[in-house]
């Protein structure tokens, strides 16, 4: 059984870390740890997220809403703001994710998703460095970063090995969509809608 809290890691630079596993990130949230925070655990460290603002939050509505009108929940789950499980050390809650089957509140954690978004504002390094290499690593086939500073949407496509990549991966193609330009998901391309609705 592990310990409540894990050794300690030393990095070269001087400062020191402690990395928790998804066992013991569950037990804290259990514990109440997390009680009115948003956190979320990245190759085994547990990050607080900043309040959502409304540009963000918008956003992630307007997204859902789109999504959600064409998937039918008999095969699709998509998923706000809800935790992914992907390996040992990374449990992320991306603001949307969907994944395969019907919605449903049995079964585990779901592992793996068709796609996953990210809306990001003051997150735009993390979004687009770690979590783009986590996803990728997990075999997610498209990854968007929502960029709602800059109104525009990053399309990432094609996950490949990368030994210069955080978790060994990144994706081979990326476009950028901005408003007057359409766009469409893998899973459905006959889902279609401008990016400009995202940031009405």
């Known amino acids: ?54 540009p963000h939050a918008a956003a992630v509505t307007r997204l859902t809403s789109l999504l959600s009108a064409k998937l039918s929940e008999d095969r699709y789950w998509v998923r706000v703001q809800a935790t992914l499980a992907l390996g040992d050390e990374s449990y992320p809650e991306p603001d949307i994710a969907v994944v395969d089957g019907p919605v449903t509140s049995e079964g585990p954690i779901p592992s793996a998703a068709l796609l996953v978004i990210e809306v990001s504002d003051s997150t735009l390094a993390l979004d687009r460095g770690r979590k783009l290499s986590l996803y990728a690593s997990a075999n997610i086939a498209e990854y968007w970063v929502v ?7 990053e399309v990432h496509r094609s996950p490949v090995a990368d030994s210069a990549s955080h978790f060994g991966h990144r994706y081979a193609l990326t476009r950028v969509a901005r408003p007057g330009d359409q766009i469409s998901p893998l899973l459905d391309p006959s889902i279609t809608f401008g990016v400009s609705r995202v940031f009405a």
């Open 147 to 153: 960029n709602v500073v800059d109104r525009e949407i």
């Open 1 to 54: 059984m592990s310990t409540l809290f894990p050794p300690p890691i030393y990095r070269p630079d001087g400062t020191t870390i402690r990395r928790w596993t998804a066992e013991e990130y569950l037990r804290l949230a259990d514990l109440g740890f997390f009680i009115n925070q948003r956190v979320e655990l990245i190759d085994g460290e547990i990050i607080q997220r900043s309040p959502i603002r409304n």
